[in-house]
């Protein structure tokens, strides 16, 4: 299949992203922000607050990546054994004596997939939320102390 120009699907997030530097950014920023002199204006303060803004971001990033990481290989966990225990059924299905067996087999087999999906599906659920927490906690906090950190600024420039 021929890819089609300009496709948003054929983007590389991952080369995209793998080339962010944070600090690259900074560099730019304060070289742009020091050409104005701007009376009562802290430009260094201003520079040190966003270099700590682009840590914290970079932070909740990799921290949201690793929570990625932990569910994709947590579901490959589940996929295998899933696939385990189906191939288990199917051969213990096989060998019933009698269709009233096998359909009992059945109907048990039915309630223990419908218990492990659903205890699979709240495992994943409890990680996913866990990661976001965890991601959001860096920007959280580094949204704060930007709070802080602007509410100084305003008092300091009277």
Known sequence: ???TPGNIFD???TNFFGNFDPSKMTEEFTRAFTQF?????DVNAI????QKNLEALTAANKSAI?????????QAEIMK???????TAAENLSHSKSPQEASSKQAELIQSTFEKALADMTE???????S??????????????SLDEVKKLALSAK
């Open 132 to 145: 976001n927490v965890e991601a959001s906690a860096a920007i959280n906090k580094r949204l704060s102390e």
């Open 66 to 74: 690793a929570g990625i990481q932990t569910v994709i290989t947590r």
């Open 81 to 87: 054994q899933t696939m385990t225990a189906t191939a």
């Open 37 to 41: 002199q701007l009376p009562g204006v």
């Open 47 to 50: 520079i040190a607050s966003q």
């Open 124 to 130: 994943i659920a409890e990680m996913v939320t866990k």
């Open 1 to 3: 299949m021929a890819k």
């Open 11 to 13: 983007f590389d997030f």
